[in-house]
């Protein structure tokens, strides 16, 4: 491809109020068009680049023993009513209405048609276990795009789900699942870990993330440096340090004028705040519920969705405290009924507690679990922060990181099968709902996420296998025919070896050209020039090394070769 014919100029310099260096980086080497908010156009060097992960992914998948299908974006609501996920994806949900009247869904995943047709086309043990995925457009739309690809309202999706009949099958499916992820970001050039996520409102058991961390990163991710323990902060467990202390004194209430938070509080009695409950007032589903924590712990509302099951809750207003005949900054559990109460397993871990009670201005001392108030639930509640205990090993401090989810696997049980009725009849006849796994990568994100990780002040660099072409020949003087005869054989040269060329034949200056070389991020580059065709040589250089070689016009083809061997090109080929 010479860069003269190629669609899109490149930019010098960085584009205003752009934040993610992929960003930048992507428009200023003319590989996206922003059409609108969180909408792309791809130019062809970022297409070509997609295409070579897309090739990726489906090599890997198909060797994983799936199937590649392809379902519709536009699907009828009522499917999605089915499950309740028209509710639970809310404003996220694009929907259009058809010259019928019709309100039709534009898929912002695809679970309820795969669900549906394999509904259709499963009825026995025998048909299974089964992997079915596809390569296709995605629609969200995403209270806050952000960031060139990595936040986007229309993006492709590797999607994939399982079939099994029991949860043992889940099991395997999920292991090779992971497996094929794990070769996936190898082969893109990407490091990732492996991290425990929530699973969401709809049920479902494991469910991990493929997480790059990098500063720029929307998700914090929790790690212990001792045993490798990884988790999404919306998931993290820790070990809480443990206050108790022998016996339980007397309950007491205490006036406690214009006291209303924890730090008042234990300034006021002189206690430190893990001698306290936190109560919190929250709503879900119409309902007020009280969920209550130690006072030096804070509560993580992902967690606290998924130990209620429900995909939307909000903070209390004032008015729905007061319509509940609660007391503003002094309200617990003690000593009242008719709401449901929910605790963090910190409370287990103190004693003679400070809480509220439940009376203006008055607070009440040597409140005790379960002694004086019962919970319906008491579960993991509480949001991990830097330098806790780690839940595995307990002696490391945890650490906090930010990262770039690239991936999700996912354990979703029979959730689905069960809504839409997708059984399959077992050995001995009797119908079973099909237990099912689904899988995401997003191709767009992982471009932007490779770019992320792989570039300097000058430009990206691309891993070997996703380069939108592994050579870039520069030519100086390009306009003198010896010099574009050469490059021309160069290039051919290099094509004959099966390596993709991007030839820079515009009269630029050798300057621009260098500079358009390391911007574009091609791993490696080649330079014709008239001193080097006189000393029978060409320069090559890759673009992670500063070191520029003059090899010999007979053994170009193979340094080029070993370089990109030296960076796994051919093992990663596939
Ligand atoms: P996020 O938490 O980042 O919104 P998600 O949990 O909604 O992601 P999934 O529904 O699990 O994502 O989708 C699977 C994969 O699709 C993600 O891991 C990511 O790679 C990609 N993806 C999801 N949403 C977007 C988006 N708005 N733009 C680009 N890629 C996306
Ligand atoms: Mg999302």
């Not at 893990?274 to 967690?303: F, M, P, Q, S, W």
């Not at 996420?449 to 072409?469: L, S, T």
């Not at 370089?563 to 596939?574: A, S, V």
Request: hydrophobic residues 35%.
């Amino acid at each position: 491809m010479k860069i003269s014919e190629l669609l899109g100029k490149t930019h010098r310099d960085n584009p205003a109020e752009v934040e993610l260096d992929s960003h930048k980086l992507m428009l200023r080497s003319a590989m996206i068009y922003q059409v609108g908010a969180g909408i792309y156009g791809y130019l062809p060097l970022a297409w070509k680049s997609l295409r070579k992960i897309e090739e990726i992914i489906r090599q890997e998948m198909d060797s994983a023993g799936s199937q590649e299908l392809r379902l519709s974006i536009l699907q009828p609501k009522e499917l999605w009513d089915k499950t309740g996920r028209t509710d639970a994806f809310g404003d996220d949900l694009f929907t259009l209405t058809d010259r019928k009247g019709r309100t039709l869904v534009v898929a912002p995943t695809h679970e309820e048609e795969l669900t549906a047709i394999v509904k259709a086309h499963v009825s026995s043990y025998r048909d299974l276990p089964k992997i079915l995925y596809q390569i296709h457009t995605k629609f969200r739309d995403e209270p806050r795009s952000r960031g060139g690809l990595m936040r986007v309202r229309e993006f492709d999706m590797k999607d994939a789900y399982s079939l099994d009949v029991s949860n043992d099958g889940l099991d395997s499916s999920y292991k090779k699942m992971v497996q094929a992820y794990k070769a996936i970001y190898k082969r893109c050039g990407l490091e990732v870990i492996q991290v425990e996520a929530d699973s969401g409102a709809i049920g479902g058991k494991d469910s991990h993330e493929f997480v790059l961390l990098a500063d720029s990163g929307e998700d914090a991710i929790v790690i212990c440096e001792g045993c490798g323990y990884a988790a999404n902060i919306e998931k993290a467990r820790f070990s809480r340090v443990d206050y108790s202390t022998n016996g339980q004194s007397e309950l007491k209430e205490v006036n406690t004028p214009q006291i209303t938070t924890i730090n008042g509080l234990t300034s006021f009695l002189d206690i430190p705040t893990h001698k306290t409950i936190k109560t919190l007032c929250y709503v879900a589903r119409e309902e007020l519920i009280l969920v209550v924590i130690r006072g030096d712990l804070e509560v993580n509302e992902v967690k606290l969705k998924s130990v209620l099951g429900a995909s939307e809750i909000r903070l209390a207003s004032p008015k729905d405290i007061e319509k509940h005949g609660l007391s503003k900054g002094y309200i617990s559990p003690v000593g009242i009924n008719g709401f449901r109460v929910i605790a963090d397993e910190s409370l287990l871990l103190g004693n003679d507690f400070a809480a509220g009670g439940n009376k203006n201005e008055v607070h009440l001392i040597n409140v005790n679990y379960p002694r004086d108030f019962k919970a319906d639930d008491v579960s993991d509640l509480a949001q991990a922060t830097e330098g806790q205990g780690c839940i595995k090993c307990t002696d490391e401090k945890l650490k906090i990181k930010k990262g770039i989810e690239v991936g999700h696997v996912f354990k979703l049980g029979d959730s689905f099968s069960k809504s839409i009725g997708a059984t399959f009849a077992d050995e001995s006849g009797s119908l079973k709902p099909i237990i099912m796994g689904c899988y995401g990568i997003g191709l767009g994100r992982l471009l932007a996420a490779a770019i992320e990780q792989h570039n300097d002040e000058d430009g990206i660099k691309f891993p070997v296998a996703i380069a939108p072409y592994q050579v870039h020949l520069i030519a100086i003087d390009a306009g003198k025919p010896e010099i574009s005869e050469m490059a021309k054989q160069v290039q051919l040269d290099l094509e004959q070896a099966g390596l993709e060329v991007l030839y820079d034949d515009r009269n630029e200056s050798v300057g621009v050209k260098f500079k358009d070389a390391d911007l574009m991020g091609m791993p490696i580059r080649i330079v014709v020039s008239l001193r080097n065709l006189k000393d029978n040589v060409l320069e090559v250089k890759a673009r992670d090394s500063d070191q520029p070689e003059k090899v010999p016009c007979e053994s170009f083809v193979e340094k080029v070769k070993s370089l990109l061997t030296e960076r796994g090109f051919y093992d990663l080929k596939g």
